[in-house]
């Protein structure tokens, strides 16, 4: 089991820029996928950017050019920069890796933009 605590949540306005860290337990170099999903009042968690241990990305079409994953395996960390940020990015944002076929979760940052 992978322990994962996120980082870098906040009240910003629309148009600002977040960054989120979250730091995994063990090293990131025995972690396959790591990444972030989001989950708004009221609708189901969604992906958000996901990122592979050889570091292909993959995003959702919403914040597709707007939001970049990254790793770093050597300090266990997956962040998400997050730009441009609108009123419908507001959520509880969690991060996620997979070791062994299992889906281990951090907690949830809260992101919330003011329009």
């Known amino acids: 089991q992978v322990q994962l605590v996120e980082s870098g949540g906040g009240l910003v306005q629309a148009g600002e820029s977040l960054r989120l860290s979250c730091v995994a337990s063990?090293?990131?170099?025995?972690?396959?996928?790591m990444g972030w999903y989001r989950q708004a009042p009221g609708k189901q968690r969604e992906l958000v950017a996901i990122?592979?241990?050889?570091?292909?990305?993959n995003y959702a079409d919403s914040v597709k050019g707007r939001f970049t994953i990254s790793r770093d395996n050597a300090k266990n960390t997956v962040s998400l920069q997050m730009n441009s940020l609108k009123s419908e990015d507001t959520a509880v944002y969690y991060c996620?890796?997979?070791?062994?076929?299992?889906?281990?979760w951090g907690r949830g940052t809260q992101v919330t933009v003011s329009s």
């Open positions: 996620t890796a997979y070791r062994f076929g299992m889906q281990n």
């Open positions: 063990i090293s990131g170099f025995s972690i396959g996928l």
């Open positions: 990122i592979g241990a050889g570091g292909s990305t």
